[in-house]
C-alpha cells in the first residue's frame, strides 16, 4: 500500500510546541490511477508520434504548437522551430494564408472540414487528404485545432487510370453496339428480299415436297430476320 503521511506540530496556549502530530491516507487507489494515465498516455503519444499520417495541434488562436514525426518530414520544420507562430508567419509555407484562413474557419464554426490538397515538387504533383477538427472543452468552445493529413498520390493516380479505362470501355462498348446494330441492318434487308420471293415460289410449286421445302426455307429466313 501507498500511505501519504502529514506531520505537523501540536501547540498549546502560548504557541509553544508540545508535541507533535500525523494524519495518514491510503493513496495507493490514486497513485495506480495516475500511473495507469501515464502509461496510457504514453501510448496515445507513442502512436501519434510514430503513424504514418501528419498530425497537427494548433491552440485555440491558431498557432502551432506540435507536430509529429510525419508532419515535420512532409513540413521539413520542426515543432521548435513553429511552435507559437501562425501559418501565414512562416515564411517558407508557400500556403500559410490558405491555411490561416481555413483553420479560423474551422475554429470560428466549431465543424470538421475535409479536403483535398495539391502540392507541386518539381514536375510531380503530390496529392493530400487533410481533415481540420475543432478541439472542444467542457463548455462546448474550441479551445484548440488538431488537423490530420493522409498522402493519397497513389490512390488518385489509381482512381484517374480506372476512369480513364471505364471511358475508354464504355467507348468500345458503344462502338460495338453502334457496328452490331449496322451489320445487323444489313444482314436483314437481303434476308427480306428472299422472303419475298420464297412467297412467289411457294405460289408457283405444285409438288408437296416441293412445298414443303419452301415452307422450311421461308421459316428459317423468317427466324434470321428477327
Do not use: C
Not at 498549546?12 to 495516475?34: C, F, P, W, Y
Not at 499520417?53 to 512532409?74: C, H, M, P, S
Not at 476512369?163 to 444489313?186: G, I, N, P, V, Y
Amino acid at each position: 500500500r501507498v500511505m501519504q503521511t502529514t506531520r505537523f506540530p501540536i501547540l498549546d496556549q502560548d504557541g509553544q510546541i508540545v508535541g507533535t502530530g500525523a494524519m495518514s491516507l491510503d493513496v495507493t487507489e490514486h497513485r495506480r490511477a495516475e500511473s495507469a494515465l501515464r502509461e496510457s498516455e504514453a501510448r496515445l503519444n507513442g502512436i501519434v508520434e510514430n503513424a504514418p499520417i501528419a498530425v497537427i495541434f494548433k491552440d485555440r488562436d491558431g498557432r502551432y504548437v506540435t507536430l509529429n514525426r510525419q508532419a515535420e518530414d512532409w513540413m521539413r520544420t520542426t515543432t521548435a522551430a513553429v511552435a507559437g507562430q501562425y501559418p501565414d508567419g512562416i515564411p517558407y509555407f508557400e500556403s500559410g494564408e490558405v491555411e490561416r484562413r481555413r483553420d479560423l474557419e474551422v475554429l470560428r464554426d466549431g465543424k470538421i472540414v475535409s479536403f483535398e490538397n495539391h502540392h507541386q515538387v518539381g514536375e510531380a504533383e503530390h496529392t493530400f487528404w487533410v481533415t481540420k477538427f475543432p478541439i472542444l472543452g467542457r463548455d462546448g468552445r474550441a479551445e484548440g485545432l488538431g488537423t490530420i493529413i493522409s498522402y493519397i498520390t497513389d490512390r488518385k493516380q489509381n482512381e484517374n487510370i480506372l476512369q480513364k479505362q471505364m471511358r475508354e470501355a464504355e467507348l468500345s462498348s458503344d462502338t460495338k453496339t453502334r457496328f452490331l446494330a449496322a451489320a445487323s441492318h444489313d444482314l436483314r434487308q437481303p434476308l427480306h428480299s428472299m422472303e419475298l420471293m420464297l412467297e412467289i415460289l411457294a405460289r408457283q410449286v405444285t409438288e408437296p415436297n416441293q412445298q414443303d421445302l419452301v415452307a422450311d426455307i421461308a421459316q428459317a429466313a423468317t427466324i434470321a430476320s428477327g
